[in-house]
């Protein structure tokens, strides 16, 4: 998982801006493109091929994630890890997950996904794009999004409730990471020139992946935008915005978030 440090961030400075395309017009496409309306749904939702796969994600979503009490848990332990690419021993699931494409999302083992998630890694171009490393916990209704590139969460991490993690040009976060709820990471901001049409169809543009060292603490409510590297041992105030750079074991706060202390 990342060991970031302040040489390393510094050399994203002045990096060129990685192109992408809206999500929303490749779901359009998708789902308008050829083929027999099972096999759109197959490959949008389930992102595995044949019958058998297809059975499985729907008697798991229909039957098992909704369930509640301890019926619900067993079913959805059992069959849950026919879905992701890998799962770990010990790994739970709460109730009403949505996932997309889990076939392309590793589990690892003791993980903790609380009720209400979405998992959707439609963008993910190879197995173990998205990744979920040992013990982490994800905190009910937390929204995780490869939208393209990749998206991995190290160790010993806890997401909390209702964040949401949008990966257009990647997300990286480390080991024994805190994230306080209602955080947003990653995204991308829509071209905007006035001749080229619709916003929303000029597709998108990013500075990069948001990269995440080891032992962060990043406050309730912190926004970190696409391209910021934050080092090993920093902290993030709550309501931060995150714009650029911070070095290892610093404190930074506000709007846009400045270097407030560091930690000695």
């Not at 749904?41 to 091929?49: E, H, N, T």
Request: proline residues 4%.
């Amino acid at each position: 998982m990342p060991n970031d440090t302040a040489s390393q961030a510094n050399s994203r400075k002045g990096d060129e801006p990685a192109s992408a395309e809206p999500k929303k017009d490749k779901v359009i496409e998708a789902l308008a493109g050829e083929g027999s309306a099972l096999s759109k749904y197959q490959a949008f939702f389930v992102g595995k091929r044949g019958i058998g796969a297809l059975l499985v994600y729907e008697i798991a979503v229909m039957v098992a994630a909704p369930m509640p009490g301890a019926l619900g848990f067993v079913l959805r332990k059992m069959l849950f890890g026919y879905l992701f690419d890998k799962v770990g021993r010990g790994a739970r699931f709460g109730r009403g997950l949505s996932l997309r494409c889990p076939g392309q999302i590793r589990i690892g083992e003791n993980v903790a996904i609380d009720d209400h998630c979405a998992l959707d890694a439609r963008g993910a171009a190879e197995r173990g794009d998205f990744t979920i490393g040992a013990r982490t916990l994800i905190a009910r209704g937390t929204i995780m999004v490869v939208k393209q590139a990749s998206l991995r969460i190290g160790s010993d991490t806890s997401i909390g409730s209702q964040c949401c993690l949008s990966a257009v040009s990647g997300i990286e976060i480390g080991d024994h990471v805190i994230l306080a709820g209602q955080c947003y990471l990653g995204g991308g901001r829509y071209r905007t020139a006035l001749d080229a049409g619709p916003m929303v169809t000029q597709g998108l543009h990013s500075k990069g992946p948001v990269v995440i060292g080891n032992d962060v603490w990043i406050g309730a409510g912190a926004r970190i935008l696409d391209g910021v590297r934050i080092g090993d041992g920093a902290i993030v105030g709550a309501g931060a915005v995150v714009t650029s750079d911070v070095a290892p074991r610093t404190i930074v706060a506000g709007v846009p978030a400045r270097e407030v202390g560091h930690r000695s």
